[in-house]
């Protein structure tokens, strides 16, 4: 569930459809509308929620003159709000506009994205200080086609140090006639002086509704219960619900539930199969899955217990009960550790390729102890 923004079935730059940030979208057409669009805006919120789709609808509707030219209907927008005529920020598909920020061939637009390293042909870890440069370069020249320049940055937490300065550099002297989109999702960890030149932009994430409703467009083979279980999971992110239904997430989910529900005393031979199904090779975004999974619902019963409920509710029935036997069991400090080793070893185990079924044996082994202390 980590990497791309959004869908696994269509890229940002190619996603006409947004849902659920209607507010966002009326704060930057105030913006536009006012005569006075700032340089800078920075796009925020968790993974998965539409940010850089979001980025791309705004960088269409300003290189389309913000739609200033078309009549009523022209292109059959449905509208973000529902209404007929081009409303909101849409550009249809069949605008020559859409067409040519999806391929990539606009002249005024331009993605900074990390790079793939030519000297080893594999994605750079970070996007570098040239790259940033020569999107400033970009930005300064004369619009083309006479309107704006347009850079959409996914995402800018993926700047090395060298690279945020001269990111900063540019917005401190922004040239004329020239909009910088930044995509994050950590804008704390930003330069202060960063965030200061930018006009914030936070996304929410969606409610489970209008998760479980994209399910439906996106994937209508899924059955509704489990289109509903698996908005449930994907806590108001349409893109991590998408990347769930895609790696069979909500098996995943329900096996480790059945293994949870059997602490402290997991049944060994069932416990070794999953840790194989997750080892094998290929597997690596299943493990990942699987672990974000566990993570996440340690984080919901920690917090739950913090204040002092009983457990979240349940999403499929094999978690019924679970979480208040849990509490009941040991305290919120204990599943805190447990959370915060189930993330350490996910993340050491995926960035040092390391055994993936010994490190969900590992985890099996400190909720165990958690029980039993």
């Keep these: ?45 968790p993974r998965g929620i ?23 209907g022209l292109f059959g927008d449905p509208g973000l709000f529902g209404d007929e005529g081009p409303g909101g920020l849409f550009v249809a598909p069949n605008d020559p506009v859409f067409r040519r920020v999806a391929s990539g061939a606009h002249t ?14 594999k994605l750079r870890t970070s ?26 940055v996914d995402c ?8 945020a300065n001269a990111l900063l550099k540019i917005l401190e002297e922004p040239p004329n006639r020239a909009l910088l989109l930044l995509v994050s999702h950590a804008p704390g960890r930003l330069l202060p002086t960063i965030r200061s030149r930018c006009r914030q932009l936070p996304l929410k994430l969606l409610g489970s509704d209008q998760v479980s409703g994209l399910l439906a467009r996106q994937r209508p083979d899924l059955p509704e219960a489990e289109r509903h279980a698996i908005a449930g999971l994907a806590d108001g992110s349409p893109g991590r619900a998408l990347a769930l239904a895609e790696e069979d997430g909500l098996t995943l989910y329900r096996e480790l539930m059945l293994l949870l529900s059997h602490l402290p005393r997991p ?46 509710p349940p999403i499929v029935p094999e978690e019924e009960g679970l979480a208040g036997r849990l509490l009941a069991a040991a305290g919120v400090d204990r599943w805190i550790g447990v959370w915060e080793k189930t993330n ?8 040092l390729n390391l055994d993936r079924k010994q490190a969900m044996l590992s985890v099996f082994h400190a909720l165990q102890s958690a029980m039993k202390a």
């Design 127 to 152: 996007i570098t200080v040239s790259d940033v440069r020569r999107a400033g370069d970009f930005m300064r020249l004369t619009p083309s086609e006479g309107g704006w320049r347009v850079v959409v």
């Design 1 to 45: 569930m980590s990497g791309a923004d959004d869908t696994a079935f269509l890229k940002p730059s190619e996603n006409p459809d947004l849902i659920g940030h209607e507010a966002a979208e009326e704060r930057f057409l105030s913006a536009w509308h006012s005569g006075r669009l700032p340089h800078g805006w920075l796009i925020t919120g």
């Design 50 to 72: 539409g940010k850089a789709t979001f980025a791309f609808r705004v960088a269409r509707f300003v290189l389309s003159g913000g739609g200033a030219n078309k009549p009523a």
């Design 267 to 312: 049944p060994v031979a069932a416990l070794h199969l999953y840790g194989d199904k997750l080892a094998r090779t290929g597997a690596e975004e299943k493990f990942r899955t699987a672990t974000e999974l566990l993570g996440w619902w340690l984080g919901r019963l920690a917090r739950s217990g913090a204040r002092g409920e009983g457990g979240p």
């Design 156 to 163: 800018v937490d993926e700047m090395n140090a060298n690279a």
């Design 344 to 351: 350490r070893l996910a993340d050491d185990t995926s960035r």
């Design 108 to 121: 005024d637009m331009n993605t900074l994205q990390r790079t793939v390293n030519p000297d080893t042909g």
